[in-house]
């Protein structure tokens, strides 16, 4: 569906070095704290000097009033490359598709891409109310506000039109809950059954206890730099094979049910010289089960509206015939704000490079991550997709 010829490839590039700062429910340090702890393990990990890094990109929405360049001097860096990224769950992918293409154009050698928020007591409330003036200014006067009350929206829409059940996306739930127990930085610890998943409470209808993210505090990382580098370095590594993204697609939908990754999905698999037969796992972005569905059903693993027949016909345990969020995605691990955005990203490399212990997916040499983020009142604006190979 793609409207626009295909654009230079990835070739040569290396994403390495994953890098998460252990999740934790509440802290009083501020994100730029995780940032330096991150950016801290990219240089000890890598052998790298920092001022080997000479580009970086920073997402992150408790770090207002600073952004990247504050971030330079409150860490010491001087990089000649730098974007700040501020879309949320769509900000792993991004950071990666610029930051390679800033190493194919000479503009940096090694970019570091870094995520972080702090979660206080009160740090959430604060950031909805300024998250988006679009979203709250459609939704507090009719004493309705936040992602639950939206993402519900959404869910109970799809329901309608496509017969999704709530044990559907339970069982999206469940087999991340399984993937999550053998991840060290998970913020849940027990396992969850489909009962436990239909018992939990409401919270807004349809939308129940177990279909929400846990905000929390952390920070996720990579480096990226041309294959080269990364084997002059010694560093095990995943290659880049395709990347895309899409912003506001199909607003004219009265309410979201088709992401941005509908319109470039031919495009990002032509690059990889793949089909979505090939690809081993996937790693989408699940700040809700029902966007895990959409992603499975616009990335072409199955036709739009026959999410609740795939997730019923497959396992997505690491160890099924559909892994999926191998790490226990957000609903499982938590979501450390933005870097909730990197978490498929740092994961899918730890798949490609034997890092994954306990949860690795056999033999897997292809795995696609999937990005979404910025939700306004009854959609999400930013979408994007990169498919990752072993080294070869």
């Known amino acids: ?22 999740y934790v429910r509440y802290s009083t340090r501020s ?63 991004m950071a990666l598709r610029r930051a390679a293409r800033a190493v194919q154009a000479g503009d940096a050698s090694v970019v570091a891409c870094v995520a972080a928020d702090t979660n206080h007591v009160d740090s959430f409330r604060q950031m909805l109310g300024s998250f988006s003036h679009f979203a709250r200014d459609a939704t507090y006067p009719y004493g309705s506000g936040g992602p639950n009350a939206i993402f519900a929206f959404i869910t109970a829409h799809y329901m309608r039109k496509y017969g999704a059940t709530r044990a559907d996306f339970g069982r999206i739930c469940v087999d991340q809950r399984t993937n999550a127990l053998a991840y060290g930085s998970r913020v849940f610890k027990k396992p969850l059954t489909l009962d436990e998943y239909l018992a939990g409470r409401p919270i807004a209808d349809p939308i129940h206890l177990f279909d929400c993210v846990m905000p929390c505090a952390g920070a996720e990382a990579f480096l990226v730099m041309s294959e080269a580098r990364a084997r002059d370095l010694g560093l095990p590594f995943a290659a880049l094979r395709g990347a895309i993204e899409r912003h506001n697609a199909f607003s ?6 088709r992401g941005g990754w509908l319109v470039d999905r031919d495009e990002l698999y032509a690059m990889a010289e793949a089909t979505p037969a090939d690809i081993d796992f996937v790693q989408t972005y699940d700040d809700y089960p029902v966007i895990v569905m959409m992603q499975f059903e616009d990335l072409g693993f199955c036709a739009k509206g026959e999410g609740p027949a795939f997730v019923r016909a497959h396992r997505t345990t690491h160890d099924g015939d559909f892994p999926n969020n191998t790490s226990g995605g957000q609903l499982s691990t938590g979501q450390a704000g933005a870097a ?26 292809l795995g696609l991550v999937g990005g979404f983020g910025m939700v306004t009142y009854d959609r999400c604006l930013c979408t994007g997709a990169v498919i990752l190979g072993a080294a070869t």
Request: hydrophobic share 40%; charged share 15%.
């Open 252 to 257: 004219d939908d009265p309410v979201m049910e």
């Open 1 to 22: 569906m793609s409207t626009i010829g295909r654009r230079r490839g990835y070739e040569g590039i290396a994403v390495a070095v994953p890098v998460t700062v252990p």
């Open 31 to 93: 994100a730029h704290w995780f940032l330096g702890q991150a950016l801290q393990a990219l240089i000890t990990r890598s052998g790298l000097a920092k001022t080997d890094i000479d580009g970086l990109t920073v997402s992150s929405f408790s770090l207002s009033p600073d952004t990247a360049v504050g971030v330079t001097q409150h860490l010491g860096l001087s990089p000649r490359w730098l974007d700040h990224i501020p879309t949320g769950g769509a900000s792993g992918v």
């Open 340 to 365: 909730g955005g990197f978490l498929g990203m740092t994961e899918a490399i730890r798949q490609l490079t034997g890092a994954a212990e306990g949860r690795a997916v056999k033999d897997a040499t």
